[in-house]
């Protein structure tokens, strides 16, 4: 099922980690819904300006989300979030996606620069809400301790 011009249903809710355990990742009617949404108000856009992008995460089940020990809070457990990379030629450039979000002023909840640098981050993640997005950028670390650690950019456009 296409929920864009670009994007399915199954692409945003496949997982790796649900095969290989035998865990269902099914979205209510709802989800698909808010899945919809979302990918035409945020997504696509960024798609329709810089080409093809590499879903890697969307929704995850509760169960999925356990398995892979993501936040008992995450917005991927309530049909608001992606994890999306850039490739062109071989090359990761996921920069491209903050630049084009900036660039097209889009209205977001969330954008993390997941790991590697804030200028080249290993992914990105991306949420929205129908409703009372915060427009924050966060750059996801690890401490010395090795545990993840956000630090926000106060002006997202700065990067």
């Known amino acids: 099922m296409r929920v864009s011009k670009n994007f399915t249903l199954q692409e945003l809710t496949r997982s790796n980690v649900g095969l290989r355990l035998g865990i269902k990742n099914e979205p209510t009617t709802d989800g698909v819904h808010k899945l919809t949404m979302m990918v035409n108000s945020l997504v696509q856009p960024i798609r329709d300006k810089i080409g ?27 049909y608001e979030a992606i994890d ?7 090359r990761m450039d996921n920069r491209k996606i903050y630049d084009a979000l900036v660039d097209l002023d889009l209205d977001f909840d969330q954008c993390i ?34 545990k993840t650690k956000y630090k926000e950019l106060k002006e997202y456009k700065s990067l």
């Open 52 to 78: 093809p992008i590499r879903i890697t995460s969307g929704y995850r089940s509760p169960a999925i989300n356990a398995a892979i020990g993501g936040s008992p809070n995450s917005q991927h457990c309530r």
């Open 84 to 90: 999306c990379q850039y490739v062109r030629k071989s």
């Open 113 to 146: 620069l997941e790991f590697g640098t804030p200028s080249n981050p290993a992914w990105i993640h991306l949420s929205w809400k129908v409703c009372d997005n915060r427009r924050q950028v966060l750059v996801a670390y690890k401490d010395d301790d090795n």
